[in-house]
C-alpha cells in the first residue's frame, strides 16, 4: 500500500523562536535593570590593639609621631600640627612627612615610623581620609608611592 | 533572526558578568569619602564585619540601624561567635567601617573604642577609589 504523505516533506521543522526570544528579552531587561556602576573601593588598614593589652611598649620602636587637626564649628580643618609645628595645608603635610620618612628606595624608616592622629571630635570623617591620604602615600607617574603604612588614633576626645 | 538573536546573547553575557551581587555590605544611604589611595584589596579579608556609620551618627550593622552605644551588645555575640569557631579568628577579624563623608570623626573613634573594647584590633576605614586628577589617564 502507498503511503501518501504529499505536502509534509516540505514543511521544515523551526526552533519555536518566539518564546525563546521571550525569555532572552526577560533576562535581558533583567540584567538592565540590576545594572549599577558602583565605584571599587579600597580601605585603610588600621591595626589598633586595645590600650589594656599592650603593656610595656617596646624601647627601641620609635614613639609615634603625633599629627593634630583642630576642627572649626562647621567641622572642617581649622589647623594641622605635624609633631607640635603649624602646616598650612596637606601638602605640606605630605612634604614634612616625606621628609621624615625618606621616601628614597631601599631600607629606610618606612616600617618603622608610625603616625598617631589626633583629631577633634567634630572633625569631619572626609579630611580625616584626605589627610590619612597625605600621609600615607602619592601616585606618581600612575605608581603609587607608599609612606607611612602604621596609622593610628587617639582615643575620642570629649564632645564640646 | 540570527544576528539579533547573537546579539542579544551578546548583551545579556555582558550583564551578566558585570552584574553584581555584593551589594549586602554596600549601603547606599553612605556616601563614602574619596581618595586617591584607596585600592581594592589583593585578597579578602578574614572574616570581615562592616559597620557603616551615617551621617546622622547612627550605626548599621548587617541589618540592624542602632546607636553607637548597642554596638557593644552586637558585636559581643559576634565576638563569641567568632572564638567558638576558632581561637585565633577572632583577633584577626577585620572591622571594615564605612564612614559617611559627613559623620563626626569623633563617632568613628567611638566605634574603633567600643571594637576594641570587645576584642576586635584590626580595621579598615574604607574609601572611594579615586582616580588621579592630574594624571588619570596614565594608570596601569
Redesign the interface.
Known amino acids: 500500500m502507498k503511503i501518501r504523505n504529499t505536502g509534509r516533506d516540505e514543511e521544515t521543522i523551526g526552533l519555536q523562536?518566539t518564546s525563546m526570544?521571550d525569555i532572552?528579552?526577560l533576562?535581558?531587561v533583567f540584567?538592565?535593570m540590576?545594572?549599577?556602576i558602583?565605584?571599587?573601593?579600597?580601605?585603610?588598614?588600621?591595626?589598633?590593639?586595645?590600650?589594656a593589652?599592650q603593656g610595656t611598649p617596646d624601647p627601641t620602636a620609635m614613639p609615634p609621631i603625633k599629627i593634630r587637626i583642630t576642627a572649626a564649628e562647621n567641622?572642617r580643618v581649622a589647623g594641622i600640627k605635624f609633631a607640635d609645628v603649624p602646616v598650612s595645608n596637606l601638602a605640606e603635610l605630605r612634604t614634612k612627612v616625606r621628609e621624615v620618612v625618606g621616601d628614597h628606595p631601599g631600607p629606610g624608616s618606612l616600617e618603622s615610623t608610625e603616625i598617631e592622629f589626633d583629631?577633634?571630635?567634630?572633625?569631619?570623617?572626609?579630611?580625616?581620609?584626605?589627610a590619612?591620604?597625605a600621609v600615607?602615600?602619592?601616585?606618581q607617574?600612575?605608581q603609587?608611592v607608599k609612606l607611612v603604612e602604621k596609622i593610628k588614633?587617639?582615643?575620642?576626645?570629649k564632645?564640646l | 533572526m540570527t544576528p539579533m538573536i547573537d546579539m542579544v546573547f551578546q548583551l545579556i553575557a555582558f550583564f551578566m558578568v558585570l552584574v553584581n551581587f555584593t551589594e549586602a555590605d554596600q549601603n547606599q544611604r553612605i556616601r563614602l569619602p574619596s581618595s586617591e589611595l584607596a585600592k581594592p584589596p589583593d585578597a579578602p579579608l578574614d572574616s570581615p564585619i562592616t559597620i557603616h556609620l551615617t551621617s546622622k551618627g547612627t550605626a548599621i550593622m548587617g541589618p540592624n540601624e542602632v546607636p553607637i552605644q548597642d554596638l557593644t551588645r552586637l558585636l559581643t555575640v559576634e565576638y563569641q561567635v567568632l572564638v567558638r569557631k576558632s581561637e585565633g579568628l577572632a583577633s584577626q577579624a577585620t572591622i571594615i567601617i564605612r564612614g559617611d563623608l559627613d559623620a563626626q570623626f569623633g563617632l568613628i573613634q567611638e566605634i574603633m573604642q567600643i571594637c576594641q573594647n570587645v576584642g576586635f584590633e584590626k580595621f579598615a576605614l574604607r574609601a572611594k577609589q579615586q582616580e588621579a586628577l592630574s594624571r588619570g589617564i596614565s594608570r596601569t
Open positions: 523562536m526570544i532572552v528579552f533576562l535581558l540584567f538592565v540590576t545594572f549599577k558602583i565605584a571599587p573601593e579600597g580601605d585603610f588598614n588600621v591595626k589598633m590593639p586595645a590600650q593589652a567641622g583629631c577633634d571630635y567634630n572633625l569631619r570623617y572626609e579630611y580625616v581620609i584626605q590619612m591620604t600615607s602615600g602619592y601616585v607617574d600612575g603609587v588614633f587617639t582615643p575620642p576626645r564632645q
